[in-house]
C-alpha cells in the first residue's frame, strides 16, 4: 500500500489565488505543499491575460506604425510572423513559470505537478491522491522518482479557477477557444468571435489589428458593463474595423463557417462566451452554486470547516487581482488568523490600442437624483500626442454624487488608464470626496483626467 503522508496544508491549483495562496502560508510559517496539474501561474500567465498584453504590444507597435505612416515621417513596410510571436511568448512563459515555482520554494514550500483528487476516507480525513506528471519542465528531480502520492491534508485549499464555457452549438467542437490562441500556425483570414464581453472584444482587437477580417457576434449587446460615452468610443474608434453583430443567435458552426439567424459568415469560429468553474474535484464533497462554483462562507470556507476554496472557482468577480487577495486572505484562515474578507470597489480594464478601465460604487439605479455627470476628451501626454491630429486621444467620464460629494462610478480611456483607474478605486474604498483631490498634484507630463474633472466640478 502506498505510503500516506501527513501534510497540514495542501493548495490544489497554482493560479493566482493558489500561488499567492500558498506563499503567504509559507511566509506564516505554515507547511505547505501546493499541487499544479499543468502549469503555475494560472490562466492568467499561460491562457489569459498575459498573453493578451503580450500580443497587444505587438498589436499597438503595428498601429503606431500605420499612424505613423499615414501622417508621412515614417515611410516602409513591415510583416507579422506570428509564429515567431508565440514561439517568444511560450519561452517568456516558461522563464515565468520558473520564477513563480522558485518564490513559492523561497518560503519553504513544495510544489508539485500532476492530476490531483479528493476524498474523505472513514474517520473523516482529507485524502489528495495525485498522479504525478514526471514530464513536467519544472518537475522536481526528488518527485520524479515517483508515479503518485497520497497525502491527508488537515486543511485543503481548492483554488483550480476555471475553463472556457463552450455552449451548447451544433459543431462546437469545430471553434477555437481562448485557450488556443498560442497554438495557432497562422493568422485567420477570416474570424468570426462568438461573445460580447471583455475577452472577445480584446481579442477581435487583436486579430483585426493583425489582418484578420474580424466579426464579433453577440447574442445581446456588447460590452454591457461599460457607461454608454465609452462604449461608443470603443466601437467607433477603438475597433472600428471589426464588424459588430449584436442580438444575432449562433446556430451551427461548420469548420470554416458561422451559421447565424441573420445569415452565415464565413472564416474560422472562436467562442468567448464567459468562463466555468473548476469545481468537479470536489463536486461530491462540498456545497455548491447553482452554476456550478464552490460554495464559501466570509472566511472561504466551504460546507466542509477544513476545505475552503478561492479564486474563479468560487464564482463573482473573476479577476486575477481579487482572486490574489481572495487566495491570501484564505490562506490566513487556513493558518489561525481569522480574516473577514469585505467586499470592495474593484477596478477593472479592457486591453486595446489604448487601455480603457472603469470603477463603480453604485449601479445607476442607486443613484438617486443628486448626480452630476462630467466628460471630457482624453488628454495630450505620454503616447497620446500622436493621438492628437486625429482627435483619437481618448475620453474620461466621472460620476458625482453632488450631496455628498462621493465617487460614484469613473471611468477612462487612455494610455494611463489603468493605473490612474486602480488608484481612484482605491481613494473610493478610502471614502475620498471631491473636496479631498484640492492638493492633489499629478505628475506631468500625464494623461490622467481625473484630477481635472475633480478639480473643475
Not at 325 to 340: D, F, P, Q, T, V
Amino acid at each position: 500500500m502506498e505510503e500516506i503522508k501527513k501534510i497540514k496544508n495542501i493548495v490544489i491549483g497554482a493560479g493566482p489565488a493558489g500561488r499567492l495562496g500558498s506563499f503567504e502560508l509559507g511566509k506564516l510559517g505554515e507547511e505547505t505543499l501546493l499541487i499544479e496539474r499543468k502549469y503555475i501561474a494560472g490562466t492568467c500567465l499561460n491562457e489569459g491575460c498575459m498573453v493578451v498584453c503580450a500580443l497587444t504590444d505587438i498589436s499597438r507597435f503595428i498601429r503606431s506604425f500605420k499612424r505613423f505612416n499615414e501622417i508621412g515621417f515614417i515611410d516602409g513596410n513591415i510583416s507579422l510572423d506570428y509564429k515567431s510571436a508565440c514561439d517568444n511568448i511560450k519561452k517568456t512563459q516558461v522563464m515565468l513559470r520558473r520564477l513563480n515555482q522558485e518564490e513559492n520554494e523561497s518560503v519553504n514550500n513544495n510544489v508539485i505537478y500532476g492530476e490531483a483528487s479528493v476524498e474523505i476516507n472513514d474517520e473523516n480525513k482529507i485524502i489528495v491522491k495525485v498522479k504525478l506528471d514526471n514530464s513536467n519542465e519544472l518537475q522536481r528531480e526528488n518527485v520524479k522518482n515517483n508515479d503518485y502520492g497520497i497525502y491527508e491534508a488537515e486543511n485543503l485549499l481548492i483554488a483550480t479557477g476555471g475553463r472556457p464555457f463552450i455552449p451548447n452549438i451544433d459543431g462546437a467542437k469545430y471553434a477555437l477557444t481562448s485557450s488556443d490562441i498560442l497554438s495557432l500556425k497562422e493568422i485567420p483570414s477570416k474570424l468570426n468571435i462568438v461573445g460580447g464581453g471583455i475577452i472577445a472584444t480584446e481579442l477581435s482587437n487583436l486579430f483585426s489589428s493583425f489582418g484578420s477580417e474580424v466579426k464579433i457576434i453577440a447574442r445581446s449587446e456588447i460590452l454591457k458593463e461599460l457607461e454608454p460615452e465609452i462604449k461608443s468610443y470603443v466601437v467607433e474608434k477603438l475597433i472600428d474595423e471589426v464588424d459588430i453583430h449584436e442580438n444575432t443567435n449562433v446556430l451551427e458552426i461548420k469548420e470554416n463557417s458561422t451559421i447565424t439567424d441573420k445569415g452565415e459568415f464565413e472564416g474560422k469560429t472562436l467562442i468567448a462566451t464567459g468562463r466555468v468553474p473548476n469545481s468537479e474535484i470536489v463536486a461530491d464533497i462540498v456545497d455548491l452554486n447553482e452554476d456550478g462554483s464552490i460554495k464559501v462562507n466570509e472566511f472561504f470556507q466551504t460546507s466542509n470547516p477544513n476545505i475552503y476554496a478561492a479564486g474563479d472557482v468560487t464564482g463573482g468577480i473573476t479577476l486575477t487581482p481579487y482572486a490574489r487577495k481572495e487566495g491570501i486572505s484564505a490562506a490566513r484562515n487556513m493558518a489561525g488568523y481569522l480574516n473577514k474578507f469585505e467586499d470592495i470597489i474593484v477596478p477593472q480594464s479592457l486591453t486595446l490600442d489604448l487601455d480603457v478601465s472603469f470603477t463603480q460604487k453604485a449601479s445607476k439605479s442607486d443613484d438617486g437624483k443628486n448626480v452630476e455627470d462630467v466628460i471630457i476628451p482624453g488628454l495630450g501626454g505620454p503616447h497620446a500626442f500622436w493621438r492628437i491630429l486625429r482627435g483619437e486621444t481618448g475620453l474620461t467620464k466621472i460620476s458625482l454624487n453632488t450631496e455628498t460629494e462621493e465617487i460614484l462610478r469613473a471611468s477612462q480611456i487612455s494610455p494611463s488608464s489603468i493605473d490612474d483607474t486602480a488608484y481612484l478605486a482605491f481613494l473610493m474604498n478610502m471614502g475620498i470626496t471631491k473636496e479631498d483631490f484640492d492638493d492633489f498634484l499629478e505628475v506631468h507630463p500625464s494623461t490622467d483626467a481625473y484630477y481635472k474633472i475633480l478639480k473643475i466640478m
